[in-house]
């Protein structure tokens, strides 16, 4: 499995602060079945991280992950803060996205709406990327109203659903949210979202069985979601 959006660097948000909790994240996700992490931080004012900061931290980490032997394929990426990725000009913009392809990690805010995100989204694919909608559910707004994500998604963006959202550990509005998105075909990758080794850990098994479970179908006809799309995404297939 793939997960396209994990806080697993150590020290550069508010995912682990040690390299050891960065390991111990590591060492969950792979019992559970994952074998590659977009490694994605914040990009916010508060945490004003570069693609060049990533790309550093990522190929520390993967020596590390060497020497401990843990077989976990990392690529870079960042969780971009509408405005800040509004600031961006392209070339920082490209090189932001996950892994080798076009796609950024867009961050829905909690609360409201983003009025400009819409045409954000005709600006990017003008320029030939595109945006993965990062964990809509939790926003007050397409908890009201999950349709609102169908302009988005007509405009070419794909939802991200985080896996803990689907199995409830993040409480019912997003839980009931999340099920709304499945639902109606608007959510299109699961990933963890994931920033500590026990609070909120890694691993996509358990929200794929339960996202089956609301589809009611086998695990299997929707493995998609954790394998084909976001090894696409990150290929640029």
Known sequence: MIDLHCHLLPGVD???????DAVRMARVAVEDGTTTI???PHRR????????????AVAMFR????????????????????DELAAMDVEE?????LGDGPWLL???PFHGWPLDL????TELEMKGLRALIAHPERCSSVQKNPDRMRDLIGRGALVQVNAESITGMLGDQPQRAAERLLRAGFAHVIASDAHTPSRRPPGLTAALERA????????GEIAWMVDDVPRAMISGD
Do not use: K
Not at 14 to 20: A, K, L
Not at 64 to 82: K, T
Not at 93 to 97: M, T
């Open 14 to 20: 508010d995912g682990p602060s040690t390299i050891h």
């Open 38 to 40: 977009a490694c994605t």
């Open 45 to 56: 004012p508060r945490f004003p991280n570069t693609p060049a900061i990533v790309d550093e």
């Open 63 to 82: 020596e590390r992950l060497a020497e401990e032997g843990i077989p976990l394929e990392l690529v870079a990426g960042l969780e971009l803060d509408i």
């Open 93 to 97: 913009r490209a090189a932001s996205a």
């Open 106 to 108: 867009v961050e829905m």
């Open 118 to 121: 819409a045409g954000l989204m």
């Open 212 to 219: 089956a479970e609301v589809l009611r179908c086998l695990p």
